[in-house]
């Protein structure tokens, strides 16, 4: 199948200041990317919908400011989480979608975001 | 996109065949079943999707009742590697949108 990669795998940042997140399609080109969170013993929750060369639609109750993403080619989204507090912390996903046909959806390894 | 209904554990013998049940009784015409698994930590990983014949690939078989209201993953051959959260998704083929993840079915495989 096809791979989809984030970095860091993990990050532990101090409170107040902000967390770049990169999730990249590596042999494929994804104009739709999606980013999710998964907190402790939950399943994944949708954060917002990335399209290549537009503004990405959040979720309600997802702050477009606190969590910036930019899908500024078909194989890079990135979330930046900006002035993190300790409730940001939580593992990060994100998917990109390969095209033709049922548009299945590959996920990447995600990203542990620990906030101190 | 339709609601899935998956038992919330399962247990399986190493080498058995594991088959996790997934109920989507308001499936509509045009919406294919996804099975997803996450391992502990990890991203979840895709497995295989149908619309309404039996697929099989290297990972799985899914088998998709004849009223597609419910569907049936079996991993053939059950490692302790195939320990994992099993996830039942439903929704519109072609489309462009996210997936929708339940609660799931952790299944454990036991030695």
């Known amino acids: 199948g096809a791979v989809v990669s984030q970095h860091p795998s993990r990050v532990i940042c101090k409170s107040g200041t902000s967390v770049k997140i990169e999730c990249r399609s590596l042999?494929?080109?994804?104009?739709?990317m999606f980013w999710y969170r998964q907190f402790p013993k939950q399943s994944l929750m949708l954060m917002a919908t990335s399209n290549e060369g537009s503004k990405a639609t959040y979720e309600q109750g997802v702050e477009k400011d606190k969590f910036l993403i930019n899908h500024a080619s078909l194989t890079l989204s990135t979330l930046t989480v900006t002035s993190a507090h300790p409730e940001d912390s939580s593992f990060y996903i994100c998917?990109?979608?390969?095209?033709?046909?049922?548009?299945?959806?590959?996920f990447g390894p995600g990203t542990r975001l620990l906030v101190l | 996109d339709a609601k899935t209904t998956q038992p919330p554990s399962m247990d399986c013998a190493e080498g058995r065949a594991a088959n996790l049940p997934c109920n989507h009784s308001?499936?509509?015409?045009?919406?294919?079943v996804y099975w997803y698994r996450q391992i502990h930590s990890q991203g979840p990983q895709y497995i295989i999707h149908g619309l309404k014949n039996n697929e099989t690939n290297e990972m799985a078989s899914l088998i998709i009742t004849e009223d597609r209201k419910s569907s049936t993953l079996i991993l053939p051959h059950a490692t302790l590697r195939d320990t994992a959260v099993y996830y039942c998704i439903v929704r519109v083929g072609g489309s462009a949108r996210q997936l929708t993840f339940g609660s799931g079915t952790q299944l454990t495989v036991l030695p």
């Open positions: 998917s990109a979608m390969s095209s033709g046909g049922q548009e299945t959806q590959y």
């Open positions: 308001t499936i509509s015409g045009n919406e294919y």
């Open positions: 042999d494929f080109q994804a104009t739709t």
